[in-house]
């Protein structure tokens, strides 16, 4: 069973930087992709980032590209999300997922090709 846990969230100021990690319990699943989605009051859960296990190819939603930076580590199976430059907009709660290998993938931008939630941290950018 896969167990995912975010951590590092909470108050940042306008321009401030925050770092989200993502710890993965993976058992005996082997992973094929793990990303970032993020959910603001009142809207839906949209895409933020995604990285390949294997290779590290990132991929960004347009609304974060050159401020965030998404990174994994294999050795400790954690994800890494660093936010730079933030902005009113970026207030949410961050939920991180992985995609299990051979589960189908093509972008990492959708909610169908993960197969493992955690259960958010929460991000508020401050004045």
């Known amino acids: 069973q896969v167990r995912l846990v975010e951590s590092g969230g909470g108050l940042v100021h306008l321009g401030g930087s925050l770092r989200l990690s993502c710890a993965a319990s993976?058992?005996?699943?082997?992973?094929?992709?793990m990303g970032w989605f993020r959910q603001a009051p009142g809207k839906g859960r949209d895409f933020v980032a995604a990285?390949?296990?294997?290779?590290?190819?990132?991929n960004y939603a347009d609304s974060v590209k050159g401020r965030f930076t998404i990174a994994r580590d294999g050795a400790s199976n954690t994800m890494y999300l660093q936010m730079d430059s933030v902005e009113f907009d970026d207030t949410a709660i961050y939920y991180c997922?992985?995609?299990?290998?051979?589960?189908?993938?093509?972008?990492?931008?959708?909610?169908?090709?993960?197969?493992?939630w955690g259960q958010g941290t929460q991000v508020t950018v401050s004045s």
């Open positions: 997922a992985a995609n299990q290998l051979h589960h189908a993938y093509r972008s990492g931008r959708y909610e169908h090709e993960y197969n493992f």
């Open positions: 993976l058992g005996a699943t082997r992973i094929g992709a």
């Open positions: 990285i390949l296990w294997t290779g590290g190819d990132q």
